[in-house]
């Protein structure tokens, strides 16, 4: 099949900044973090809360994330306040969980001659990652 010349090209380092991208969000503790700081900012004790985890592991998920570009931080008296700015991050987080059902079923038109259709992979695989 010859390439439809009206398609866009993408270049190696295009792919290899997505895939990483992607490889961050892949943690579902990142995960969680991104998608609360999706709604507003927080300082890490307070992410800890809300994610339930500790503050010890949220601060090293938000050196990651802060290292890959994902969430900014800004300085506010002793507390580091921490948001996602990037417009484009903050689209993929929305789009993606309203694609996912709150039962991690995919989201959609029901079709009730069938049951709610799964991701076409194991939660609880990508869970011990």
Do not use: C
Not at 30 to 51: F, I, K, P, Q
């Amino acid at each position: 099949m010859e390439p439809n010349p009206e398609h866009r090209t993408v270049t190696e380092p295009q792919l290899a900044a997505a895939a990483a991208t992607f490889q961050m969000l892949s943690a579902p503790n990142r995960l969680h973090l991104v998608w609360l700081l999706a709604s507003g900012e927080y300082d890490v004790s307070t992410l800890a809360e809300l994610s339930g985890t500790n503050v010890p592991a949220a601060s090293q998920h938000l050196a990651k994330l802060r290292a890959a570009g994902i969430v900014t931080a800004r300085r506010e008296g002793r507390r580091q306040l921490y948001r996602v700015e990037d417009p484009h991050i903050l689209s993929v987080i929305d789009h993606m969980f309203s694609h996912i059902a709150p039962d991690g079923t995919l989201a959609g038109s029901a079709d009730l001659r069938r049951p709610p259709r799964l991701p076409r992979f194991d939660p609880a695989v990508e869970v011990g990652r």
